[in-house]
C-alpha cells in the first residue's frame, strides 16, 4: 500500500512538472506574434542644412571688354596705355591682391604682373595704378604694361586678365621676375576672377 502511494505521489509530481514546462514554453517571448509594423516610430533624420552661396568675385574693364575685342589704345596700334579694370569686394580673408595679363595664344606671354594691391580698393584707371602697387618685369623684359603687339599674320590672339585675392602678403619688390611672381601669386591665392579679350594684328581694332 505504501508503494501505491509513494508511486502514485511521483506520477502526480511528474505532471505538475511538465505542466509547468509546458506554461513556460508557451510564455516565451520566441512564440509571440511579431510587432505591428505601424505601431513602430523611426528616429527623425537630421536634415542637410542648406548651402551658402560663395560671394561672387568678378573682374571688369571697359578697354579689356570681356568677350570682345581689346580697345586699340592698349595695343602697339594706339598709344600701348595700360587697361582699366574694377572688381567685386574679394573675400574677407584677402590681405592683398594681384593682377596678371597675359597672351593664352602665345604660352602665356606675360603682359602685365602687378602686386600689392590693396583689397580694399575697387579698381584703377588705365593711367596708373593703386598706391602701393608694385609691378615686375613682363615677357618683353620691362616692369610695367607691355602693349599687345603679335607680329602680322599671326591670327587672333586671346588675352586673359586675371585678379587674384591672396591670404598672405608677397615677398617681392618692384622690377622682380615675372614668372616667379606669377608663381608666388599662384601659391597665395584663395580666390581668382578672370577675364578674355581678343587681338588681331590683322584686323582693326575699336576705340573705346
Known amino acids: 500500500m505504501l508503494v501505491r502511494s509513494q508511486r502514485l505521489l511521483s506520477l502526480i509530481l511528474s505532471l505538475v512538472v511538465a505542466g509547468t514546462v509546458v506554461a513556460c514554453s508557451r510564455a516565451d517571448g520566441r512564440s509571440l506574434p511579431p510587432p505591428d509594423p505601424a505601431s513602430t516610430t523611426t528616429a527623425p533624420s537630421t536634415p542637410a542644412l542648406p548651402t551658402t552661396p560663395a ?6 574693364s571697359t578697354s579689356f571688354p570681356n568677350g570682345q575685342i581689346l580697345a586699340a589704345n592698349l595695343t602697339c596700334q594706339g598709344l600701348g596705355t595700360s587697361p ?3 572688381w567685386t569686394a574679394p573675400p574677407a580673408d584677402a590681405v592683398e591682391l594681384a593682377l596678371v595679363v597675359r597672351d593664352q595664344t602665345e ?9 600689392g594691391i590693396d583689397p580694399t580698393t575697387t579698381g584703377f584707371s588705365g ?7 608694385l609691378t615686375a618685369v613682363n615677357s618683353s623684359g620691362s616692369s610695367g604694361w607691355s602693349p599687345p603687339c603679335p607680329p602680322a599674320g599671326t591670327g587672333v590672339h586671346t588675352y586673359e586678365a586675371t585678379l587674384y585675392a591672396l591670404k598672405s602678403i608677397l615677398p617681392v619688390e618692384a622690377g622682380a621676375p615675372g614668372t616667379p611672381t606669377v608663381a608666388l601669386i599662384e601659391g597665395a591665392r584663395i ?18
Request: hydrophobic share 40%; net charge negative; charged share 10%.
Open 191 to 208: 580666390a581668382q576672377a578672370s577675364i578674355t579679350a581678343t587681338y588681331s594684328p590683322d584686323a582693326p581694332v575699336p576705340v573705346p
Open 55 to 60: 560671394s561672387a568675385f568678378t573682374l571688369r
Open 107 to 115: 604660352g602665356g606671354y606675360l603682359h602685365w604682373v602687378v602686386t
Open 84 to 86: 582699366d579694370f574694377t
Open 127 to 133: 593711367d596708373g595704378l593703386p598706391e602701393g602697387a
